[in-house]
């Protein structure tokens, strides 16, 4: 089957760290650019980071830029989200999704895990 | 960065009549690198249309999308009970930004 499934969501104090991961299975993983986007409990879809297939290549929101690394493991494929310095503006649901279609970085995204819940409080 | 508006915030429709969403981009941005996704509460969104008029697989044919330049539309022919849910629109070039989404509501 293919699909995406997130874990690693939690509470965390602010100014902590947290690390997700999303587990892929059903297609090439490595084929595959990978994108993490958050969505704040009542609000609107947030993109955070993109990987490429080879994890050369990464992409940040500015909102994250220095604070959040997005890495990847083909022999496992699994996609990860290191989170630092974390504030209530990062809770939020976490999703993974893939990108349509193999060896780009700009595409949709058509392949959604159901998130992983991140809470930021003390 | 390219910001894209949603209008309007909340459409309020009855079943079988036909919905028309807009996405306003910024600037334009020169490609046709934008999508539309529905999400329903509690679950993950979901591709509908890509390239800005492209349809996903396994999306019904009620689904349409046009545009070009600053200006893109979602059009849903006739709404199905499923249909009503919250639309967002993304453009997925150097700022792979979302808009604020539509709210599609039974009237």
């Known amino acids: 089957e293919v699909q995406m499934l997130e874990s690693g969501g939690g509470l965390v104090q602010p100014g902590g760290s947290l690390r997700l991961s999303c587990e892929a299975s059903?297609?090439?993983?490595?084929?595959?650019?990978v994108t993490w986007v958050r969505q704040a409990p009542g609000k609107g879809l947030d993109w955070v980071s993109t990987?490429?297939?080879?994890?050369?290549?990464?992409y940040y929101a500015d909102s994250v830029k220095g604070r959040f690394t997005i890495s990847r493991d083909n022999s496992k494929n699994t996609l990860y989200l290191q989170m630092t310095n974390l504030g209530a503006e990062d809770t939020a649901r976490y999703f993974c999704?893939?990108?349509?279609?193999?060896?780009?970085?700009?595409?949709?995204?058509?392949?959604w895990g159901q998130g992983t819940t991140v809470t930021v409080s003390s | 960065e390219v910001v894209l508006t949603q209008s309007p915030g909340t459409l309020s429709l009855s079943p079988g009549e036909r919905a028309t969403l807009s996405c306003r981009a910024s600037?334009?941005?020169?490609?046709?690198?934008l999508a539309w996704y529905q999400q329903k509460p509690g679950q993950a969104p979901r591709l509908l249309i890509y390239d800005a008029s492209s349809r996903a697989t396994g999306i019904p044919d009620r689904f349409s999308g046009t545009g070009s330049g600053t200006d893109f539309t979602l059009s849903i022919s006739r709404l199905e009970p499923e249909d009503f849910a919250v639309y967002y629109c993304q453009h997925y070039g150097s700022s792979r930004t979302f808009g604020q989404g539509t709210r599609v509501e039974i009237k």
């Open positions: 999704a893939k990108l349509s279609n193999s060896w780009v970085v700009h595409d949709a995204f058509d392949l």
């Open positions: 990987i490429s297939g080879s994890g050369e290549n990464t």
């Open positions: 059903g297609f090439t993983f490595s084929n595959y650019a």
């Open positions: 600037h334009n941005f020169g490609s046709s690198y």
